[in-house]
């Protein structure tokens, strides 16, 4: 079995991003970057099913500037074969990366396809439902738990009731939750022989794929701040605040 | 042309976002229409028919609907698309599960958790969990939107007189299964609708000590919230979840005990009216929303509070 997982390179989830001077969008420059942190989950999850020995091959790829190839070394670090550049510039919406990614398991041919739930960039939550429906294939979003039986995946998904779990036929695709596992660093030697990995570099025009944006943005902007609060100095002043000030109990 | 909302039901009754999706879906234009997928759902379809807003429903049934696979309902919603310029649903997990699978097929490009309707081909919609706002305008003929739910009113539950019409089912997608459905029933109100939320968080230190919290939430008829390094730990389920990647509260008062306020479960609760923040550390970056901080040591703060309220007697309901 040959997975594929598709990795982001975003802002770090640690930097506390500003909103550029003239509102076109949010400073970039000099901002650390690293892997969407759902997707290092989605690599994981690959990297220890091929472990135990139920899939053959783990291919990483990534959709974005040249510089996206860190992400794509990361996740040969922590255990993938061999991975895949499609080289875009500006952004790319989600329906252009599920056209590219489309194209790309076309030539790959993977039983499964992993990737995070969600970018923590654009908070979109769209790329893995949207490649699901372009193969006409099954879709697990928000995978808690995934167990191979069968040639069958069966996964628990988080859902805003709970917990609920579907069957579905490879291939497939799943998109992971924060929870799915917890990923390993990458050790050192890891580091240094990830750097023999191949890593494939396509050019986005390549794969005859219109990714002209549908969405024009016309502004980004700092929410609205809160209005300083106060440090109340016990219980008794808390509970008299909220009664007599805020009004809410 | 018209709206189409998709309908969120567990085959009896609306799921209580519908009633947002359907005035956000007002927003855009006055001819809204709703669907309702599902299997012997007669009763939800009856109710959505009397919502406000909604001016026709169309209902599709099933056996193969019983449990809202997207695989399922999208090939439904994009035979209907043809008629309308916009579908909308709510940015939750059954928003955000089917959308994108609709939007593909109608080669769309979707724009998702709105919170804001500027024009209808225009929206504002939260970024980088929170800490921006795009507003965005969409160039496509179609467009698919999902709603940010607490960003709008629900909607009245009576006063409509919509028709009801049936459509034809679409063929079984038979390569997912639905299997079972773990749901955690409670009394408590919706931690998505609720009026006061209690969270807690790592400082809880157990599973266990989340009494305190579920007391306090007693006292104030509170839903009960969690920081994604509590449920992580195992102190409560998934469910509870606020913050980016978990749900988005609004209430109008929310109690953060024993977070610290990483930005991304401030991106689920730093709309909320009032914000109480009850933390050990005094650093910790939940202050800096906080309406009314306490530094204290929440195993003594909480108890007290408890006694407080009790002296007080007036809770709101």
Known sequence: MKILVAVKRVIDYNVQIRVKEDNSGVVTDNVKMSTNPPDDNAIEEAVKIKEAGKATEVVAVSIGEEKAQETVRKALAVGADRGILVKTEGVVEPLSVSKLLQKIVEKEKPDLVFMGKQAIDDDCNQTGQMLSALLNWPQATFASKIEIKDGKLEVTREIDEGLETIEINVPAIVTCDLRLNEPRYASLPNIMKAKKKPIEQLNASDLGVDISPRIEQIKVEEPPKRKAGIKVSSVSELVQKLKNEAKVI | ?317
């Open chain 2, 1 to 317: 042309m018209s709206v189409l909302l998709i309908a969120e039901h567990n085959n009896k009754e609306l799921r209580p976002f519908t009633l947002n999706a359907a005035t956000a879906a007002s927003h855009i234009d006055n001819d809204v229409h709703a669907v309702i997928i599902g299997h012997n759902c007669e009763e939800a379809a009856k109710a959505l028919s009397k919502l406000e807003f909604i001016k026709k429903v169309i209902q599709v049934e099933a056996a193969y609907y019983e449990n809202f696979v997207a695989e399922n309902f999208a090939p439904v919603i994009v035979k209907l698309a043809d008629n309308y310029s916009h579908i909308i649903s709510s940015a939750n997990t059954f928003g955000k599960n089917l959308m994108p699978r609709i939007a593909a097929a109608l080669d769309t490009s979707q724009i998702s958790d709105i919170t804001k309707v500027i024009a209808p081909d225009t929206f504002l919609r939260p970024i980088y969990a929170g800490n921006a706002f795009a507003t965005v305008k969409s160039k496509d003929a179609k467009k698919c939107v999902t709603i940010r739910p607490t960003s709008f009113d629900a909607c009245e539950s009576t006063g409509g007189s919509a028709s009801i019409e049936k459509a034809e089912a679409s063929e079984e997608f038979s390569k997912t299964k639905f299997v079972k459905r773990e749901e955690v029933k409670s009394d408590r109100p919706e931690l998505g609708t609720a009026r006061v939320v209690v969270s807690g968080g790592r400082g809880m230190q157990s599973g266990d000590n989340f009494k305190l919290i579920t007391s306090l939430a007693d006292k104030l008829n509170a839903a009960i919230g969690a920081s994604r390094a509590a449920v992580d730990a195992g102190y409560i389920s998934n469910d509870h979840q606020v913050g980016q990647t978990g749900k988005v509260v609004v209430p109008d008062l929310y109690i953060a005990v024993g977070i610290s306020g990483a930005i991304q479960h401030l991106a689920g609760m730093k709309e909320s009216k009032v914000i109480v923040a009850i933390n050990k550390d005094g650093e910790a970056p939940i202050f800096s929303v906080a309406d009314y901080g306490l530094e204290a040591d929440l195993f003594e703060a909480v108890p007290q509070f408890l006694e407080e309220l009790n002296k007080l007697n007036t809770i709101q309901k």
